[in-house]
């Protein structure tokens, strides 16, 4: 396994078992806290203007513990700072009645209107990520309050109100922050939507947990680039490597009036580095391909069973088959032959929908192609004809999708969740909003292809070709079309491998 330090994602369960074993491993409760309350402190300091009076938002759980720190550790920095409560401090226990204690300004009832100052930093230290009920009563009052004011909103862990496992909010109210302030490791709740969006900027504090008790938490779930070693390892070349090393990916074109797809996921296989790619074409498709492609070879074809004569040259190691291939019968022929072939599948698009009403029978045939050959790569339409709707966070779902399919499954999106069948997952954190364009999805599938082409597994290729789709998209910035991505990709590349 590559080097993942400091891109696990933890759940609330499992941060609660880090905090647990990081105790039973000699560290203080009271010192994390303390710690945890002096990292919402420095934020703080760095989020308001010198000299800022300060509004710390406290609840009645360790997470009101921290604010308490932070409080008291602010107010020793020369800040005026008020303390409001949502329960009065004797009805603390544990590690936050203690933090209570040592700060000696006043507490406030949970009403704003007896607020003696305007504050220049909020600090929402109200509840924590396990949050399991709607904000209601005082402390609803006094969270939509808060958010009425034009003062920016530090959040301590996640924002109240929101769910740091599934980034969902709980119920309909929710701390809108300006930044938010973690311990240790981030949640998935921090980079799925809308937590990703409510959180603002994410900072993650050591606050003292030993990394040694992620051996015994064994996480699962990734921060996409959490394998940028291994792809930049397994992309290098040496003077002496031929093009039928680095893989041939098909890519297969839809009919006449639908073929600008396939050249798009084309030309992204080959800028992926893939040595050789073939536009296998419907022979009516022909002319207007071969008018268009240069470095990349066209291959007429009769659809549907001419593809298996296509990909009976073992050289052939990767199909991508989808972008504009029509949802028809013969797409699903075709998608048939390709994964009894031998060689890696790429599914995207239409080679999904055309198997709404018969789901199952694409599953047994992927699973008969064997663990890893096959991606798919659906948006939230596609995946939900193909998985109809299955519960729980768009993680959940992923990860259900690729355990019942058998295949790796990238459900897109600007939180692109990519799940292997064995669980592992990533959730993607770079794609900026101007990837939001069409023909942007069949470039990707074309990245993936060419990764697969290469010999990467499916989830190493699905999780390089979703994290390099965002980066090239950051390098070219607004105003980006489909096109524009391949040909941005060698310089995101160059400096992955260091050239």
């Not at 990081?22 to 010192?31: C, H, N, P, Q």
């Not at 291939?325 to 890696?344: D, F, N, S, Y």
Request: charged share 20%; hydrophobic share 50%; glycine share 12%.
């Amino acid at each position: 396994m590559a080097e993942t330090s400091g891109l696990e994602l933890l759940t609330t369960a499992e941060m609660g078992q880090a905090d647990r074993l990081a105790v039973a491993a000699g560290v203080a409760s009271l010192t994390l806290m303390e710690n945890a309350g002096r990292a919402v402190a420095d934020e703080a300091q760095r989020l308001a203007l010198p000299g800022a009076d300060v509004l710390v938002l406290a609840g009645p759980g360790n997470n009101g513990g921290d604010g308490y720190v932070a409080a008291r550790l602010l107010a020793e920095r020369g800040h005026a700072v008020e303390v409001v409560c949502t329960v009065p401090r004797d009805a603390l226990r544990g590690d936050a009645a203690e933090m209570a204690r040592r700060w000696d300004g006043p507490v406030l009832e949970a009403v704003p209107d007896r607020l003696t100052r305007r504050p220049g930093v909020i600090i929402d230290a109200l509840f924590g990520a396990g949050l399991a009920r709607p904000i209601a009563g005082a402390a609803g009052d006094l969270l939509a309050w808060a958010n009425a004011t034009a003062a920016p909103m530090l959040a301590v862990d996640v924002p109240s109100g929101l769910d740091g496992t599934t980034g969902e909010v709980v119920g309909g109210l929710v701390a809108r922050a300006t930044r938010t302030v973690t311990f240790f490791r981030r949640k998935p709740g921090h980079l799925l939507f809308p937590g990703r969006r409510l959180c603002g900027e994410v900072i993650v504090a050591d606050i003292g947990i030993p990394a040694s008790v992620l051996s015994d938490i064994a996480p699962r779930t990734f921060v996409n680039g959490h394998l940028r070693a291994l792809w930049a390892n397994a992309l290098r070349r040496t003077c002496d490597d031929h093009k039928y090393e680095r893989g041939h990916a098909v890519v297969v074109s839809g009919p006449a009036e639908c073929t600008g797809a396939a050249r798009l996921g084309a030309r992204g296989a080959l800028r992926a580095g893939a040595g050789l790619v073939t536009v296998a074409s419907p022979r009516a498709a022909f002319p207007v391909n071969a008018a268009h492609l240069t470095a990349i070879m066209v291959m007429p074809f009769e659809v549907p069973h001419g593809l298996a004569r296509i990909l009976a040259d073992p050289r052939k190691n990767a199909l991508l088959i989808g972008p504009g291939a029509g949802v028809t019968p013969q797409t699903r022929e075709m998608v048939e032959i390709g994964l009894a072939a031998g060689c890696t599948v790429v599914l995207d698009a239409d080679a999904l929908t055309c198997f709404a009403e018969a789901p199952d029978a694409l599953f047994t045939r992927i699973r008969a192609a064997g663990a890893g050959q096959v991606v798919l790569t659906p948006h939230e339409g596609e995946f939900k004809r193909l998985f109809g709707d299955l519960p729980g966070s768009k993680l959940e779902r992923a990860r259900r999708a690729a355990a019942r399919s058998g295949a790796v499954v990238v459900l897109k999106g600007p939180d692109s969740v990519i799940a292997a069948p064995d669980g592992e997952a990533a959730i993607n954190d770079n794609a900026p909003p101007w990837l939001a364009t069409a023909g942007s999805g069949d470039v990707l599938a074309g990245f993936i292809a060419g990764l697969l082409a290469q010999r990467l597994s499916g989830f190493n290729a699905a999780c390089a070709g979703v994290w390099l789709h965002g980066a090239v998209a950051n390098a070219f910035g607004p105003g980006l079309i489909a096109e524009d991505l391949p040909e941005r990709l060698p310089g995101v590349l160059a400096t992955l491998i260091g050239h």
